[in-house]
């Protein structure tokens, strides 16, 4: 059953603004769960964006980060099932 939904899972799926707006529900009315969720994703997004940016400089030494870069591969591997679709 697992394997069946994170079959259609992907990256842009967990980005609540991209998830909302590819259900075209960016315009209902007294959406709570749209409205408050996306508060909470600035919220987060901008504490992630202070902590990514105090510890690297550039997009280069992310890249170079061999942790970083394993932990992502593993995420790809059994969360994405390998599935270069997903994002």
């Known amino acids: 059953m ?6 259609s899972l992907t990256y842009s799926s967990l980005c609540m603004p991209e998830n909302i707006a590819a259900r075209g529900l960016e315009s209902v009315p007294n959406f709570y769960y749209r409205d408050d969720g996306l508060r909470l994703w600035d919220i987060i997004n901008r504490f992630v964006r202070g902590i990514v940016c ?3 400089a550039s997009d280069l030494e992310v890249q170079k ?5 394993s932990w992502i591969k593993e995420i790809f591997i059994h969360g994405f099932l390998e599935r270069s679709s997903t994002g």
């Open 54 to 56: 105090y510890y690297y």
């Open 2 to 7: 697992l394997k069946r939904v994170f079959s």
């Open 65 to 69: 980060d061999s942790e970083l870069q």
